[in-house]
């Protein structure tokens, strides 16, 4: 018999684990705290399946490009089922802005910037069952976790199982060659192994924001919105915006508020006011029309948005042996990003390469950290520091006075006349740019070449007026006039932070 693996929570980080290791031969026990999902639609799994265990079950998904090459490349008969269960695929064509797309000349490498969109529930929902067929992975839901079996082995700590519980049998002991920690940002999998002793050191970071999300679908008969110069995501400061095409002809759309806009915060969880900021946003508000589309949710919320990085290997030496977290109990990240899925399946797979290189649980330990922290890392750090731009550029929009330094100005020039204007005016840019992105490359590599970065200080010289063509609309309006429409005060959170500072 092969080596017995135990995964712990079936979401995406523990869909993806059972995918990348079942193809090993290996048996795999997957433990989840919900109830199964419905055995019917993609519509009613939307509007019936409980899973607490997954609070932004209901929120905005995409996977990533990278993702989406390694579930093409990797599991065809899962894409299959997924393009069959009404998934959307987006290429690179179609996100081109109209103005370039006379100028595109296709390339073989762009196959590789597909995304693909859903709504979470069904892309959960297809992954499971195409899981549930493999050979050797075993369900058990509504099956809670309540502790590691460990023992000390010389200086190390080993996990040998958990402690599982459910109605039908009670609590029970599970053992395992390797036990997989997919249980997400509300695991208790690393608090245990601090209570034992074990040191695991951590770095975190806010988000900034607040994020909201309502679900539509279009109405019988009529098309999408085709898109036009006014971006379907962008950023207005005040609010992040984005749009999400979804299977089965529905769509939803995030609004991303900053912790600091409090008025905002307040109003925006009632759908008509949800719906009244679309309406003023021309990214979205075409798709949000009353005779385009029809709600079909409540506006959900999603709070308390950190993002953190745990460090489970010091100096060489291995916090746990044979016990290996994967997704958000490891890498917590912002949605906004879409990142979070993305890293989930690739440590899954880095996992997958390491048991197979070496069965040395120290070494297993050691590679599989490494390896993560080689892949992910970098586009972390990078998501890290412009959320925390974000976050000052937001504060500071709350300030009718604020005037930015020197510096401050020529970073924010640097960054919007002359990288993403040059992005905005050269295919060949935006194509270096969204390999970036989406994790096909480092991402920062596309601006490392020297000449990518010639072509955007030239940009960047031409100046405002040469480039006029190459500026998006507006994108709608500013923070006061926003508020005002909305029947808020645009002073009131400004006020406030005076009082509390």
Known sequence: ??????????????????????????????????????????????????????????HSHAFLARLHKLIRDNYPDLMKDLLAAGCVEIGFAENIPPRLRPLYEPAPEDDDLTILTSRRTTLELVMRRYVARQPH??????????????????DSLRVRGVIAEDDATGRREIFADVIVDAAGKNSLGIDWLREKGATIDEVAAP??????????????????????????AA??????????????????????????????????????????????????????????????????????????????????????????????????????????????????????????????????????????DAELRPYYDTMVQQDLAATRAARNALDPDHKPGFKARLLASFIEDGMMTAVRSDVRLLRAFMRGFHMIEHPSLWLKNPRNFAKVLLVWARGKKRNAAFYPPKLGPGRREMLTKLGLSPTADFERLKTAA
């Open 1 to 58: 018999m092969g080596e017995q693996v135990l995964i712990i929570g079936a979401g995406i980080a523990g869909l993806s684990t059972a995918l990348a290791l079942g193809r090993t031969g290996r048996e795999i026990t997957i433990l989840d705290r919900d109830p199964p999902p419905p055995e019917t639609s993609a519509d009613e799994a939307f509007e019936q399946w409980e899973r607490k265990g997954v609070g932004h079950l209901r």
């Open 137 to 154: 992975v075993r369900f058990h839901t509504e099956t809670r976790v309540r502790g590691l079996i460990t023992e000390r082995s010389a």
């Open 207 to 232: 988000a900034g924001i607040v994020y909201f999300t309502r679900h539509y679908r279009l109405r019988d008969g009529v098309e999408p919105p085709e898109r036009g110069d006014a971006p379907g």
């Open 235 to 372: 950023d207005m400061r005040y609010i992040k915006y984005g749009l999400f095409p979804a299977d089965n002809r529905c769509f939803s759309i995030t609004l991303a508020v900053p912790e600091t806009e409090m008025e905002i915060r307040r109003s925006i969880v009632k759908p008509e006011i949800f719906d009244a900021i679309c309406a003023e946003i021309p990214g979205i508000a075409k798709w949000t029309a009353p005779e385009i589309s029809d709600a079909k949710s409540r506006v959900f919320g999603m709070g308390e948005l950190v993002s953190r990085w745990r460090t489970m290997v010091k100096e060489g030496r291995p916090a746990a042996l044979n016990y290996f977290p994967i997704g958000d109990g490891l890498i917590r990240t912002n949605p906004l990003y879409g990142r979070g899925c993305s890293f989930a399946a690739v440590s899954a797979h880095i996992l997958c390469d390491v048991l197979e290189e070496t069965s040395d649980p120290t070494q297993r330990a050691v590679k599989y950290h490494a390896k993560v």
